[in-house]
């Protein structure tokens, strides 16, 4: 019997913690770029052997994340943790952390993301979130400031304007969600219910300045899956995919839907308010988890549009490109502008079959061309491309991403130029290990990463 592929490749689990202080870097790496690079995925602490690996299901992994810290112009150490969950403390012998969970699961592996001064670990469908330390350690699940009563999302967005993070949480135990803004200050400011009359995997969120919009597709918890242990969320024919949209002062009660023609949106890549009507662009499949638990069995996603006109309700939907790409990211000060650029990985559909991008793009929404960093040649494989800025445009800045080295079973992290993508890299550091591939990049700045340390050595009151 083949291995699970997501035993091998880039995906394979390791088994160790590492800090590393000394990371050789070839090229240039900018003084300006202060900040942490985080990565994160599901990585066992215990190696699977017989059952659990004949019937791997590696998305139930416990969250395991990797860090860069880049200052003055050096690499000054690359450092991997577990997110200390039960089954983590348990085969590492440690106490469990502080707080509560609120859900069955207390894994937690999708996103890091930092808020006011709080650098979270995060996970959808119902665990709170984990509070790490800016050297990556655990340090309690939390609440956040105040009141966090249930879960958060993995893909909340953060108004640049504002200051608020904004979400939509679900988890298969309601068949309702919950609209949540998070003020600056890490304290829930607005928490309102969504009915969605079942149990959809909404995973992402697309933000203007006045709407959110989300999609509800056929894709739906399955208790009976669960059990098995495998992914709990299926193709269900019995849906009909549409797209929510409503006001961000008015909140859930103002929800407009828009049925759409059946597909599934894993993320959305942009949103932007014209008059009466809302353009959507974000990455679509035709069907998702129909025979399997793989997201990556079919592909990539396409680059699609939905034209929402709110007076009337009609909806004009289109493809626009037909390159397969996942991951898309955004300029983070244009999230809730109608974004012009967004910068995504992308391959051939055998390569993203096998687990295997080759590129990352850079797409032009203005003028439908795009531009490709390919590393085919080269044998390497990319994961997420997080944008940071430099300049005011909103393409000056870095694109960093981490580098799946096949031939010598390492990664590396890698500088691109935003306006330059398919130039050579800036730089090029090599990390001690390899980084087994998951689900987000992210860039937490320097002044933020001083916010966290603060907040964490500050006697509390
Ligand atoms: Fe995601």
């Known amino acids: 019997m083949a291995a699970d592929p997501y ?40 190696p699977p052997t017989g059952y659990r690996a004949r019937h791997y299901a590696w998305f139930r992994q416990d969250g395991f994340v990797s860090g860069v810290r880049l200052s003055g112009g050096r690499a000054d150490w690359f450092r991997n943790r577990w997110i200390r969950d039960r089954r983590v403390c348990r085969a590492m012998g440690e106490p469990r952390p502080p707080g509560p969970r609120h859900f069955l699961s207390d894994v937690v592996h999708t996103n890091v993301i930092c808020h006011g001064d709080l650098l979270l670990a995060l996970v959808e469908t119902g665990c709170l979130p984990a509070r790490l330390t800016p050297t990556l350690d655990t340090v309690e699940y939390t609440p956040l400031y105040s009141g966090l009563s249930n879960g958060v999302s993995a893909h909340p967005k953060l108004d640049p304007n504002t200051g608020e993070l904004i979400m939509i949480a679900h988890t298969p135990l309601h068949t309702w969600g919950e609209y949540l803004v998070i003020d600056p200050q890490a304290r829930v400011q607005r928490s309102e219910r969504i009915e969605f009359g079942g149990r959809p995997l909404v995973h992402d969120i697309a933000l203007t300045e006045q709407h959110v919009i989300f999609f509800d597709s056929p894709v739906r918890f399955q208790p009976s899956i669960a059990i098995r242990g495998q992914l709990p969320y299926r193709w269900d024919r019995r849906h009909q995919a549409r797209i929510g949209v409503f006001r961000r002062d008015d909140g859930p009660r103002s929800i407009q839907w828009f049925e759409i023609t059946n597909c599934f949106v894993l993320h959305a890549v942009t949103a932007a308010s014209s008059g009466d009507h809302i353009l959507l662009r974000a990455l679509r499949y035709e069907r998702m988890f129909d025979h399997s638990d793989d997201p990556l069995a079919g592909g990539g996603g396409l680059l699609w549009e939905w034209d929402l006109d709110l007076v009337t309700g009609a909806v004009r939907e289109r493809q626009l490109t037909d390159r397969m790409q996942e991951l898309p990211r955004l300029d983070p000060r244009t999230v809730t502008a109608d974004s012009r650029y967004y910068y995504a990985i992308t391959g051939s559909s055998e390569a993203i079959a096998q687990r295997q991008p080759t590129g990352i793009l850079k797409h032009d929404l203005l003028t439908d061309t795009t531009v490709v960093h390919d590393y085919d040649r080269t044998g390497g494989s990319p994961t997420e491309a997080v944008f940071v800025p430099r300049g005011a445009a909103e393409d000056d800045g870095w694109l960093l991403h981490l580098l799946y080295d096949t031939e010598r079973d390492m990664s ?42 603060a907040a964490l050595t500050e006697p509390s009151l």
């Open 7 to 46: 035993l091998t490749g880039a995906y394979a689990p390791v088994y160790t913690e590492r800090t590393e202080l000394s990371l050789p870097t070839e090229g240039e790496l900018p003084e300006e770029l202060d900040g942490l690079f985080t990565y994160i995925g599901p990585n066992p602490v215990v």
């Open 412 to 453: 590396k992290l890698i500088v691109l130029d935003s306006r330059d993508v398919a130039a050579a890299p800036i730089a090029t550091i090599d990390l001690p290990c390899r980084v087994p591939s998951g689900f987000h990049a992210n860039w937490i700045d320097g002044a933020s990463i001083e916010a966290v340390d």
